[in-house]
């Protein structure tokens, strides 16, 4: 199976029809499972979230929470799809240090980024949870209770939510949020993955985590919140910084190379489309060109999946901005 990494409601549906659990939800374990700590730096570490839909075996857990320690307690962005998938996460900081959970920063709406914000606040109800204005808008409305019930429903009720729980403050392009010796400078460029997407840059150690901007080995939907274009200048914007280290909403962090990859599907995505659309074809009639186009990317994890709806998508960016 090609699992779709950074879940939107359509690519979760779709998935339904071709994940089976391997044993039942009563057979399974009530934790999530660990998974292993990846050191970036000597206070950045990273835990690599599988590519897969989420189930009942990894308990909603598919993406990159970061750990970050300060000299005034733990920092962690994004930690983890479902309130079981961040205890795992409060597990694993044990394994690094005794210090609290003092902050969490969330990096989009979707829910496999934010949905652990309410395991870690189990052990640590101070913990302050900060988010992009229309991140915090989103979960607070109706999209934060059905990214809950939709993780419960295809975890088969393991996921171990029992409310939403996003950002208490927010923040926005430029603000720099300081604990203890470490700074952390939000970056927002405008629309790209989401309308909703802040980077966190963790200035001391000149790693920037981009969330689901930049992916890394799997491709994901692309909802009407996103921009191609738009994800494409901040792939460059980040570029032109020289971050040592980037890490990705999914898949491996590295250098500007992993930038680079995702930037050049994006762009011949979106320039083949273009180029199709200004001879009249339709979307539906393109894709397969814009298949050949970048077909470098087919081992990528929800390549299948997502490159019909990436078309799509484009297209209607393309046909708008000829307007
Ligand atoms: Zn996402």
């Given at each position: 199976m090609r699992a779709i990494t950074c879940a939107a409601f359509g690519a979760v549906v779709m998935c339904l029809g071709v994940w089976q659990p391997s044993r039942s939800a009563e057979a399974a374990p009530i934790a999530a499972p660990d998974y292993s700590l990846h050191r970036v730096t000597d206070k950045v570490y990273v835990i690599y979230g599988p590519?897969?839909?989420?189930?009942s075996e990894n308990r909603g857990f598919r993406n990159n929470p970061v750990i970050v320690l300060t000299s005034q307690g733990v920092v962690v962005f994004?930690?983890?799809?479902?309130a079981h998938a961040g205890e795992m996460v409060v597990r694993k900081i044990g394994t690094l240090s005794?210090?609290?959970?003092?902050a969490i920063f969330n990096s989009?709406?979707?829910?496999?980024?934010?949905?652990g914000n309410e395991g870690v606040k189990r052990t640590y109800p101070q913990a302050v949870i900060y988010g992009h204005p229309g991140m915090k808008a989103l979960v607070d409305g109706a999209e934060g209770e059905r990214w809950l019930a939709m993780i419960e429903r295809l975890t088969a009720g393991t996921a171990g939510g029992k409310k939403v729980t996003g950002p208490d403050k927010t923040l926005n392009n430029g603000d720099v949020i300081g604990i203890g010796d470490t700074s952390f400078r939000i970056h927002h460029?405008?629309?790209?993955?989401?309308?909703n997407d802040i980077m966190i840059e963790v200035v001391d150690q000149k790693v920037l985590f981009t969330g689901d901007v930049v992916r890394n080995g799997a491709l994901g939907l692309m909802e009407s919140d996103a921009s191609f274009k738009g994800n494409i200048a901040a792939m460059d914007w980040m570029a032109k910084k020289k971050f040592k280290h980037y890490i990705p909403g999914h898949g491996r962090a590295g250098g500007i190379e992993i930038v680079r990859a995702y930037r050049a599907y994006l762009d011949k995505l979106l320039t083949t489309v273009k180029k199709l659309y200004a001879e009249n074809l339709s979307d539906h009639e393109m894709k397969p060109a814009v298949l050949r186009a970048v077909?470098?990317?087919?081992?990528?994890?929800?390549f299948d999946e997502v490159l019909g709806p990436h078309v799509s998508r484009a297209y209607l960016e393309v046909e708008a901005a000829a307007f």
């Amino acid at each position: 199976m090609r699992a779709i990494t950074c879940a939107a409601f359509g690519a979760v549906v779709m998935c339904l029809g071709v994940w089976q659990p391997s044993r039942s939800a009563e057979a399974a374990p009530i934790a999530a499972p660990d998974y292993s700590l990846h050191r970036v730096t000597d206070k950045v570490y990273v835990i690599y979230g599988p590519f897969d839909v989420p189930n009942s075996e990894n308990r909603g857990f598919r993406n990159n929470p970061v750990i970050v320690l300060t000299s005034q307690g733990v920092v962690v962005f994004d930690p983890g799809g479902s309130a079981h998938a961040g205890e795992m996460v409060v597990r694993k900081i044990g394994t690094l240090s005794k210090d609290p959970v003092v902050a969490i920063f969330n990096s989009h709406a979707h829910g496999d980024h934010w949905l652990g914000n309410e395991g870690v606040k189990r052990t640590y109800p101070q913990a302050v949870i900060y988010g992009h204005p229309g991140m915090k808008a989103l979960v607070d409305g109706a999209e934060g209770e059905r990214w809950l019930a939709m993780i419960e429903r295809l975890t088969a009720g393991t996921a171990g939510g029992k409310k939403v729980t996003g950002p208490d403050k927010t923040l926005n392009n430029g603000d720099v949020i300081g604990i203890g010796d470490t700074s952390f400078r939000i970056h927002h460029t405008g629309p790209a993955h989401t309308d909703n997407d802040i980077m966190i840059e963790v200035v001391d150690q000149k790693v920037l985590f981009t969330g689901d901007v930049v992916r890394n080995g799997a491709l994901g939907l692309m909802e009407s919140d996103a921009s191609f274009k738009g994800n494409i200048a901040a792939m460059d914007w980040m570029a032109k910084k020289k971050f040592k280290h980037y890490i990705p909403g999914h898949g491996r962090a590295g250098g500007i190379e992993i930038v680079r990859a995702y930037r050049a599907y994006l762009d011949k995505l979106l320039t083949t489309v273009k180029k199709l659309y200004a001879e009249n074809l339709s979307d539906h009639e393109m894709k397969p060109a814009v298949l050949r186009a970048v077909s470098a990317y087919k081992d990528w994890a929800g390549f299948d999946e997502v490159l019909g709806p990436h078309v799509s998508r484009a297209y209607l960016e393309v046909e708008a901005a000829a307007f």
